[in-house]
């Protein structure tokens, strides 16, 4: 069986990460989508809501896996057994960071394999920075994200 980890900070999730979780998940044949719990970063969702969201959104998906890690990416994915990470690439920026990652992820442990899938064409021009911002000033994000996230942006907002 093939197992994969997706990883990613996802605060929150848009439609180009679900994009990429939708088609990974055709192509293998359990993926958990793995929620960095990074304790030196102060996000908007906390790793918890995060995960919370991605169970919520993702539930008619019955082989993929939400959870979250801390510490390296490589240990994580051998504790689920599993040597493959799965990225999406938006265009050549993400290109050198990703390859970078992928390298460092190779040196760390020889039999993690990177597979990238290229970004629908839709999903190219935003990031989660980006949906945060225009959020904030009550801009239009409907494209960019489910209605979930939409709604738990609106909340967080007004709290600021
Ligand atoms: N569509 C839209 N946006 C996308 C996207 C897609 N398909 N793919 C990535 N993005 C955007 C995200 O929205 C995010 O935007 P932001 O910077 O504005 O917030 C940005 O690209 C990167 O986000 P993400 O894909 O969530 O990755 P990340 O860089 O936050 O996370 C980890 C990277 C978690 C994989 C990496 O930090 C990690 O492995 N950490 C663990 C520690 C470790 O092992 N380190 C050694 C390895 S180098």
Excluded: C
Aim: hydrophobic content about 40%.
């Amino acid at each position: 069986m093939k197992t994969a980890v997706y990883p990613g900070s996802f605060d929150p999730v848009t439609n180009g990460h679900l994009d990429i979780i939708s088609r990974a998940s055709r192509i293998i044949d359990k993926l958990y989508v793995a929620v960095l719990d990074n304790p030196s970063k102060t996000p908007l969702f906390t790793a918890e809501e995060r995960v919370q969201q991605l169970k919520q959104i993702l539930k008619d998906y019955d082989n993929v896996e939400v959870m979250s890690f801390s510490g390296l990416l490589v240990d994580f994915a051998r504790s689920v057994n599993s040597n493959i990470i799965v990225r999406g690439l938006r265009g050549v920026t993400d290109f050198s960071y990703e390859f970078q990652m992928a390298l460092s992820n190779r040196s760390l442990d020889s039999d993690i394999e990177t597979l990238f899938i290229s970004a629908d064409t839709q999903y190219l021009f935003f990031s989660s920075s980006q949906v945060k911002e225009i959020a904030y000033f009550n801009g239009n994000i409907d494209n960019m994200v489910p209605d979930l996230i939409k709604e738990q942006l609106q909340k967080k907002m007004k709290k600021y």
